[in-house]
Each structure stands twice: as structure tokens, then as C-alpha cells.
């Protein structure tokens, strides 16, 4: 896969956060009962050692979070709460991330979600979080 080449069924996803923006390109895949979130790795989102830097990870986990809470459960907004994860690989410059989900609890107020962001199937980050459901 070209290094610019965005796997069929991911769209781009823009315009509604201005710091997503900036840090991205983020591009969601809606199926019928899950959403998926991917990003292509470029030079910019690496660190000293070439590969994605942490917090271009947290906060692609954070975009990913906030879809699959909204999605998921339906709601139109949501802003998060806590986000805990854990970095378990790397990923190098051309690498195609994407995430996998689920909503674990959806309470009046909250929503609880967990995921992981992958790279050619290997595990790069455990993630998992609360959204606030803003009505």
C-alpha cells in the first residue's frame, strides 16, 4: 500500500476540531454496528526515533474515543472525561493505524468506551475512557 493510499471505506474526517485537525489527518469507516478510526503515520507525527510519537497516539485514541463513543451510542456530542492507555508497539512513518472499540457502559451522563489502536494487526496502544454525553 502507497504511503498515501487511504484503505477503502475511510473518510475523512475535518472540520470539528480544530486541534484534530492540525494533528491528523483522521479518517473514520462507519459499518452498520462499528466505526473504525485510521490515520496514516507521516514524518510529522514521528519522534527522534522514527516512529509515532506518543501523543500523536493519545490523541488519535482520544478522536477514536469520542467517534465510537458517539457513534456507538448514539449521541451527538461528547467530550472526555479520563483517558488511560497503554503503549504496547511502535509504528514507523507510512504505517496505517486503525482502532476497533466498544461501548462498555452508557449511563445517563457517561459513556465508557475501550479500544485499541492497531498496525497490521499487531497491537500498538490499549486505550479506554469516559466521554461526557453533552445534550
Not at 6 to 18: C, H, K, Q, R, Y
Not at 38 to 67: I, K, Q
Not at 108 to 129: D, W
Request: with cysteine; charged share 20%.
Amino acid at each position: 500500500m502507497d504511503a498515501a493510499e487511504i484503505p477503502p471505506g475511510f473518510a475523512l474526517e475535518s472540520g470539528t476540531d480544530p486541534a484534530e485537525d492540525m494533528i491528523g489527518p483522521f479518517y473514520l469507516a462507519r459499518l452498520e454496528t462499528d466505526i473504525h478510526a485510521g490515520m496514516r503515520v507521516e514524518p510529522r507525527h514521528c519522534n527522534g526515533m522514527a516512529s509515532v510519537h506518543g501523543g500523536v497516539l493519545l490523541t488519535f485514541a482520544d478522536f477514536a474515543l469520542c467517534a465510537q463513543a458517539r457513534y456507538l451510542s448514539g449521541d451527538r456530542h461528547i467530550v472526555t472525561v479520563s483517558l488511560n492507555s497503554e503503549f504496547l508497539d511502535t509504528a514507523p512513518v507510512g504505517a496505517w493505524l486503525s482502532t476497533t472499540g466498544e461501548v462498555s457502559r452508557r449511563t445517563g451522563r457517561l459513556v465508557f468506551v475501550r479500544g485499541m489502536i492497531h498496525h497490521e494487526g499487531t497491537p500498538v496502544l490499549a486505550y479506554s475512557g469516559i466521554g461526557k454525553r453533552i445534550k
